[in-house]
């Protein structure tokens, strides 16, 4: 007997087995197993009445509140298709988005309904706005008779990339393939039913790297957060006996920092997972002084969020603590949902040898990597060349088969024919107890082509000279790999963490 992979399957069965423990808290408001369950019938109810028909599109665009927790339920529920959208970007971005997938239904916070508003009346596929989601479920009926899901490879989500290098792209996710992400991240980083997950990392970004399913796969509970705040993220903590929580790791960072400055250090056990860029062996130090387990990932949107994991040896535990780091800083292995399907190749797509030192492209292939790119045949058959999806990612594979991202291929810094790891210099620069965080680009350079760049941001009430860094960085590195210019101030983001480079690069191009 085999039935079709689906993430509804987890939220039905623990409605079923969990009935009236705490789903989902949302500021004063708790809702249990049942409750969340009903409401995701009403929300697909609804949906359905208003016109929406199988692989429509269904946008949101909402903080990290139930609105945005239950559309990852309800929206499949009724047959339809989630776009999730980040609420970050511009109106004229959101357009592109919404006119791009097609999106039939827009469901938006009322505090952010006026980030889009300017556009809505170019949106002419848009039937139905509105910031009003709970007289949305109030048409709803409960249960609703939803139709037998036929082919686990059906899409459930598109998910758009930063766009950093032109217009972005749409990752499709698939029933199948969220399904099986979702048990990935239960057993890698052991959710069960007495789990409390805080909602840190945007739900927008890789449908929240399928944490929404795994929590809800094993009963636990899950906390919103309209804001990152951490003050706001310890209080919960505490009060709601937090046991895990994502983020990119300038939230690690700027968490273990307020810790750090206010005595704080969870006895509990509190397990924090990074990815979306390298953590430094600094920041995980720092993570580690406050009494969380950090766990390191590595994947992209194309991949649901992580694919590899720094996978721990107990061993390793009797390390000392900069060992431990620099272990712990590697992208890893494989999850195991994803099997072996993990190489580092060179650009005949022949792998690298084992020796930590040679760069080659991370590509991936198996149950967490996606359908394609929505409505773009081309990128979709540039990315799968060769039967495996090509990351652009450089790194190095170890001799015991753990992959070290060095790069993306777009920021070497390729100085007098030598290529230069931006992350290697960051990661020194990070050492330095002033820094609170860092990018290295390339400037130009008569002599050299090109050298590296750092832009700094300092910790608050900290200082130093960019002659200072630049001296740290040469009693640690080779001469020619150190920045030759500094400057200091705010590093522009992303709204997952990650440093736009692309924007610092023009900044440097501007001179």
């Known amino acids: 007997m085999q039935s079709p992979l689906t993430p509804l399957d987890f939220l039905a069965r623990s409605a079923h087995v969990y009935p009236n423990r705490i789903a989902a808290v949302d500021g004063d408001r708790r809702i249990t197993y049942a409750e969340f369950n009903e409401r995701v019938h009403r929300l697909a109810s609804a949906l359905r009445r208003h016109g929406v028909a199988p692989g429509d599109r269904v946008a949101v665009l909402a903080p990290n509140t139930i609105l945005a927790l239950e559309v990852h339920f309800g929206v499949m529920l009724a047959g339809a298709v989630l776009a999730m959208l980040n609420t970050r970007l511009q109106a004229r971005e959101l357009e592109w988005i919404l006119q791009h997938c097609g999106a039939k239904v827009l469901l938006a916070d009322p505090q952010l309904l006026p980030l889009v508003a300017p556009v809505l009346e170019n949106l002419r596929d848009l039937s139905l706005v ?306 609170m965080e860092v990018a290295i680009v390339a400037a130009p350079d008569e002599k050299w082509g090109e050298v590296p760049k750092a832009y700094v941001g300092l910790k608050p009430g900290q200082s130093a000279t960019g002659e200072e860094l630049m001296e740290f960085c040469r009693a640690r590195l080779a001469h020619f790999k150190c920045p030759k210019y500094v400057e200091f101030g705010p590093l522009p983001r992303t709204a997952t963490g990650k440093i736009r480079k692309n924007e610092l690069r023009a900044r440097q191009a501007a001179k």
């Open 130 to 435: 509105t910031d009003d989601y709970e007289a949305l479920l109030a048409q709803g009926e409960y249960p609703f008779a939803a139709p037998l899901l036929e082919d686990e490879n059906e899409m459930i989500a598109i998910n758009y990339t930063s766009g950093t290098t032109g217009f972005p792209k749409g990752v499709m996710y698939t029933h199948r393939g969220g399904y099986i992400n979702a048990l990935g991240e239960v057993i890698e980083h052991g959710l069960t039913v007495n789990s409390v997950y805080l909602w840190t990392l945007p739900l927008f970004h890789c449908n929240g790297w399928c944490f929404p399913w795994a929590v809800t796969a094993v009963g636990a509970r899950h906390v919103c957060l309209r804001q990152v705040d951490s003050a706001r993220v310890v209080e919960l903590i505490r009060s709601e006996g937090v046991t895990h929580l994502c983020g990119a790791p300038v939230v690690v960072a700027t968490l273990a920092q307020y810790c750090a400055a206010n005595g704080i250090r969870f006895e509990r056990g509190l397990k924090m997972v990074t990815a979306g860029a390298p953590p430094s062996p600094a920041v995980i130090r720092a993570a580690e002084e406050m009494g969380a387990d950090l766990a390191h990932a590595y994947g992209l949107t194309e991949t649901y969020g992580p694919h590899t994991v720094c996978a721990w040896h107990p061993e390793w535990n009797s390390l000392p603590v900069a060992d431990r780091a620099q272990i712990k800083a590697r992208q890893g292995v494989p999850y195991v949902i994803a099997g072996t399907d993990l190489r580092v190749v060179d650009t005949h797509m022949n792998d690298v040898p084992r020796d930590g030192m040679t760069m080659g492209e991370v590509i991936m292939r198996g149950n967490n990597v996606m359908l394609g790119y929505y409505r773009n045949p081309e990128a979709t058959a540039k990315a799968f060349e060769g039967g495996w999806f090509h990351s652009g990612d450089l790194a190095v594979m170890h001799g015991d088969g753990y992959i070290e991202v060095r790069d993306r291929a777009k920021d070497i810094v390729i100085s007098g024919g030598e290529n230069i790891s931006s992350i290697e210099v960051e990661k020194v620069l990070a050492e330095h107890p002033a820094v």
